[in-house]
T-cell receptor
Framework: EAGVVQSPRYKIIEKKQPVAFWCNPISGHNTLYWYRQNLGQGPELLIRYENEEAVDDSQLPKDRFSAERLKGVDSTLKIQPAELGDSAVYLC?????????FGPGTRLTVL | DQQVKQNSPSLSVQEGRISILNCDYTNSMFDYFLWYKKYPAEGPTFLISISSIKDKNEDGRFTVFLNKSAKHLSLHIVPSQPGDSAVYFCAASPRNTGNQFYFGTGTSLTVIP
């Protein structure tokens, strides 16, 4: 069974440019998470979906970040415009119950 | 406000010896705890979990101990192997909130052959 798929794996952009990350969760997993992981830190939740509904987006910087999970499957996380401080690894995870399964992440570098 | 803390950023252990990774938490509502292992350029992978109704859970070389009164849990790896070298994250979930998880900052384990 395929795991959580994320693309791209790496992205380098200049500040003020837009960027988008895509995530395909494990089939049948109704809960989808987007995390941001800074160097030397643990993953920090940005947004959590239960099916297509965003049930926790309290840590999502809504002035520049947006996310969607159409049809309750794939999800896209967008940053517009990107800032230098957005450089991090963006992790997507999914779960059915209990533990989460993580994708490999997208490493974003903002120059 | 870091609700899950891993105070040791790194740990080195000789192959064959025991590795003990520690984690502390502050939220008494946490009732489900997990350990994840992360290799470079990969996402974290689930290792072992424990519910607050237990104080120990064992899976092969990995054992997690939970001390609720001290709000402390630990992961024991014995015997340690070079392939165990990775960053280990502790995570916790509060009761009645469904699938919400809080992560520690990680401990980088190096097992020396």
């Amino acid at each position: 069974e395929a795991g959580v798929v994320q693309s791209p794996r790496y992205k380098i952009i200049e500040k003020k440019q837009p960027v988008a990350f895509w995530c395909n969760p494990i089939s049948g997993h109704n809960t989808l998470y987007w995390y941001r992981q800074n160097l030397g830190q643990g993953p920090e939740l940005l947004i959590r979906y239960e099916n297509e509904e965003a049930v926790d987006d309290s840590q999502l910087p809504k002035d520049r970040f947006s996310a969607e999970r159409l049809k309750g499957v794939d999800s896209t996380l967008k940053i517009q415009p990107a800032e230098l401080g957005d450089s991090a690894v963006y992790l997507c995870a999914s779960s059915f119950s209990g533990e989460q399964f993580f994708g490999p992440g997208t490493r974003l570098t903002v120059l | 406000d870091q609700q899950v803390k891993q105070n040791s950023p790194s740990l080195s252990v000789q192959e064959g010896r025991i590795s003990i990774l520690n984690c502390d938490y502050t939220n008494s509502m946490f009732d489900y705890f997990l350990w994840y292992k992360k290799y470079p350029a990969e996402g974290p992978t689930f290792l072992i979990s424990i519910s607050s109704i237990k104080d120990k859970n064992e899976d092969g070389r990995f054992t997690v101990f939970l001390n609720k009164s001290a709000k402390h849990l630990s992961l024991h790896i014995v015997p340690s192997q070079p392939g165990d070298s990775a960053v280990y994250f502790c995570a916790a979930s509060p009761r009645n909130t469904g699938n919400q998880f809080y992560f520690g900052t990680g401990t980088s384990l190096t097992v020396i052959p």
